[in-house]
């Protein structure tokens, strides 16, 4: 008996050191993280630790394993009308002059495949910036041009808003836009997308833009931070239909880790918590507290019932298996959505658990490769294609 006690923790230890070699030895990309919208609108510094209450900063990037990090770029109009695209900007200047600071840490900007391959072989920390939402460029071609020169490499045709040109899956979800789909200046941004090298992202998207943007582009395509909707029905997942249509486009998935993306009892869960604390909630509005302040506030108060909202690991890898099974292992990736989300599942509390979950797909049964795949080798493949 001592003997076998003994050889416990060695089978432990071994365990640990062989997913975490896996992680160390893949290309680890993260296609979407808001942190730069997020400590832009906050007034925030992500030089400093900003435990808990963002999940990520420079600290926690070093230690989370990910080789490439695809920033989001996202600015609405709150500011003015026809600002969208000039506080985008802001926010490309202010992912830039992180960079510069963080230069030492080995922060390096992404802009060609080359750049990618160069950034992981050396083991420096790639930055790359995809545009959430099609709004920024205001109907201007020339501004996606700009964009792109400044290094955007992706852009999500919508956001949850439609654009003149492109409808999106709240709005096509609840008979708010006369005309789904996309229009003839979309099918333009669409091409001219094809043209530049810049990958089209559907997450967000409508159906029917969905479709069309399929049938116009060239190119393969990713939905940088969706789901499988029949696992959780919500309008920002993606159909069945839509998932084998990435398999012979070519294109992948990458999954997002909103708990109410992944789980479909999420939602009634959190209405019930949010119930219990109508009260307290109601009071912090009062004082014009904006609702990620409350969330947060909450979930200080009352950890247990914060942390027993969230649903296992395993419903995430469950979103991995179904995509799996319908388009193949080529066709599914990571795009987390840390710091634009208010819940993620178990066990992945910030960026530095992002080995956690190469631990859980290997003990689903992934072989390495396919871990490797999934982690990053897929996105890298639709990067070249899309650079050619």
Known sequence: MATRLLFL???????????????????????????????SMRG????????P???????????????????SIFSDERFGKDTAFKYANIEIDSLYAITSRNYANGWRMVYNPSDLEAVAREKHFGVMMGLEGGHMIEDNLAHLDSFYKRGVRYMTLT????????????????????HKGLNDLGKQVV?????????????HVGEQTFWDALAVTTKPIIASHSCAHALCPVPRNLKDEQIRAFAKNGGVIHLNFYSGFIDSNYQQRLDGFNQRHQAEMDSLQSLKWVDWEIEEWLARQYPAEAEGLRPPLSLLLDHIDHIVRLAGIDHVGIGSDFDGISSAPQE?????????LTRALLKRGYSKQDVKKIL?????????????
């Open 9 to 39: 923790p060695l089978l432990f230890l071994v365990s640990c050191t062989s997913y975490q070699r896996v992680h160390r030895d893949a290309v680890v990309i993260d296609t979407h993280n808001d942190v730069i919208s997020t400590v």
């Open 44 to 51: 925030m510094n992500i030089d400093n630790d900003l435990a």
């Open 53 to 71: 209450r963002t999940h990520s900063d420079v600290k926690r990037f070093k230690q989370s394993g990910i080789d490439i990090q695809v920033f």
């Open 159 to 178: 956001w949850n808003n439609s654009t003149s040109w492109a409808s999106s899956a709240w709005d096509e979800t609840k008979g708010k836009v006369a």
């Open 191 to 203: 091409k001219r997308m094809n043209e530049l090298g810049m990958i089209v992202d559907v997450s």
């Open 348 to 356: 992945l509390d910030d960026v530095t658990d992002m080995p956690q």
């Open 376 to 388: 990053g080798e897929n996105f890298i493949r639709v990067f070249k294609a899309n650079s050619q």
